[in-house]
């Protein structure tokens, strides 16, 4: 297992930015591949986007593409999430996730979890 930590969610107004981090420690950061989740009110958590173990590979679901950019820094066990023009359904809690798996889209495959931060975009 490995414990994951998230920090950098916040009330930001539409169009605005926020980076988040999540930091990670107790099994070797650098073979896992990362993934970013969120969870709106009501709704199932859902992928937003993830990065290889390498740094090498990138996917993200369609409605953040061109706007939100995963990056991670190994030497320091980090994973980011860099969003941009958010619009206020970005509106959620934000999870980072660790899968034994190279990479993965795949929300089943991911088996530690963060406790999550919140992110608020107002209108």
């Known amino acids: 297992q490995v414990q994951l930590v998230e920090s950098g969610g916040g009330l930001v107004q539409a169009g605005g930015s926020l980076k988040l981090s999540c930091t990670a420690s107790?099994?070797?950061?650098?073979?896992?591949?990362m993934g970013w989740f969120r969870q709106a009110p009501g709704k199932e958590r859902e992928f937003v986007g993830s990065?290889?173990?390498?740094?090498?590979?990138?996917s993200y679901t369609d409605p953040v593409k061109g706007r939100f950019t995963i990056s991670r820094d190994s030497t320091k066990n980090m994973v980011f999430l860099q969003m941009s023009s958010l619009k206020p359904e970005d509106t959620a809690v934000y999870y980072c996730?660790?899968?034994?798996?190279?990479?993965?889209?795949?929300?089943?495959?991911?088996?530690?979890w963060g406790q999550g931060t919140q992110v608020t975009v107002s209108s």
């Open positions: 996730a660790a899968t034994s798996k190279v990479f993965s889209v795949t929300i089943g495959e991911y088996d530690s």
């Open positions: 107790g099994r070797a950061f650098n073979i896992l591949g």
């Open positions: 990065i290889s173990w390498s740094g090498h590979r990138t």
